[in-house]
């Protein structure tokens, strides 16, 4: 069979997971009457590579010592990773409309002592690096030879931790750990440019300065993030970082690139809305 035919297939089937993944957080969202969906969109496709592409990792053996780790630094996403690990097979996708129920395990932000298939307790930005640098030490330590991935917001770059623990990443050619920065501009209080002049060219060039690989790519493209998980994983002696350009709140006209909608549900006439724009992708 023709390989370009068979990659056009999978982009696409990878598209319908992260669109699949935007409709199931939204639910989610809508049915907590809280949370966060401008940031959780953003990230759906880089999430859907990830566990149906990427990642080397079994639903029925979440615990598995040699799986790949994901660490959702920007932990406020929590929606789009319960959403993802349910397409995913670890959960069934009827109990993500508990979300934020005081007696469900899926918390605002992601608990890995209550969740099969969280690698890592986050929510309180700025310490995911740092972990994720320990898992990938441990790997290489132990011989396991798994991968790591750490997922961090733009705005959450502005935590000094961040660039402690870059030091540390290239210092121990940390090669097994890939970066992704959900660069979609935009923080809580608004532009990231304007609150600490970052884009992403120069988060591009401060991750090189650090030692690491870097690529800038769309994270909206599917096949542009497959290529750059592809070339992170054969660089060998560094981190890579991959700064993927997002647009907050992707998928819904409404919410795009607009920071009210960054920690906010939605009402019933903008939940049908969202769907019925989600069902016409
Ligand atoms: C240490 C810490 N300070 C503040 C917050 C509150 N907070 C949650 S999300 C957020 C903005 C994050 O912006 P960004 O990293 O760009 O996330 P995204 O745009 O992907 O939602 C803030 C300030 C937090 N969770 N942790
Ligand atoms: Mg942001």
């Known amino acids: 069979m023709n390989k370009n035919i068979m990659k056009i297939t999978k982009a696409e089937?990878?598209?319908?997971?992260?669109?699949?993944?935007?409709?199931?957080?939204?639910?989610?969202?809508y049915y907590a009457k809280s949370g966060h969906p401008g940031g959780s969109l953003s990230c759906s496709d880089i999430l859907a590579v990830l566990y149906f592409n990427e990642m080397n990792i079994n639903p029925l053996k979440p615990d598995d010592k040699s799986r790949d780790r994901f660490v959702l630094s920007?932990?406020?996403?929590?929606?789009?990773?319960?959403?993802?690990?349910?397409?995913?097979?670890?959960?069934?996708?009827?109990d993500?409309?508990?979300?934020?129920?005081?007696?469900?395990?899926f918390q605002g932000h992601p608990d890995m002592n209550k969740v099969p298939g969280?690698?890592?307790?986050t929510g309180s930005l700025g310490q995911g690096l740092s972990v994720a640098n320990g898992m990938a030490i441990a790997s290489k330590m132990d011989?396991?030879?798994?991968?790591?991935?750490?997922?961090?917001?733009?705005?959450?770059?502005?935590?000094?931790?961040?660039?402690?623990a870059a030091m540390t990443s290239s210092k121990f050619n940390l090669d097994n750990l890939c970066v992704i920065v959900d660069c979609n501009e935009l923080q809580l209080i608004g532009k990231t440019e304007e609150v600490k002049g970052l884009n992403a060219e120069n988060i591009e060039q401060k991750?090189?300065?650090?030692?690491?690989?870097?690529?800038?790519?769309d994270g909206h493209n599917i096949e542009?993030?497959?290529?750059?998980?592809?070339?992170?994983?054969?660089?060998?002696?560094?981190?890579?970082?991959?700064i993927a350009k997002t647009v907050k709140g992707k998928g819904i006209s409404f919410m795009e690139n607009n920071p009210a909608w960054h920690g906010k549900s939605l009402n019933d006439e903008e939940y049908k809305k969202a769907i019925e724009e989600l069902n016409n992708v």
């Open 96 to 105: 993500l409309i508990t979300l934020r129920n005081i007696d469900s395990v």
């Open 207 to 217: 991750f090189k300065s650090f030692g690491f690989n870097t690529k800038v790519i």
């Open 224 to 242: 542009e993030i497959m290529q750059a998980f592809e070339n992170a994983t054969l660089t060998k002696g560094k981190p890579t970082a991959i």
């Open 143 to 164: 011989k396991m030879g798994y991968r790591v991935y750490c997922l961090i917001g733009d705005g959450e770059l502005e935590e000094g931790q961040i660039w402690e």
């Open 13 to 29: 089937a990878l598209s319908k997971n992260a669109n699949r993944i935007r409709q199931d957080l939204i639910t989610a969202i």
């Open 118 to 121: 969280i690698d890592m307790t």
């Open 74 to 94: 920007k932990g406020h996403s929590a929606p789009a990773l319960y959403a993802t690990l349910a397409e995913r097979g670890y959960f069934s996708k009827d």
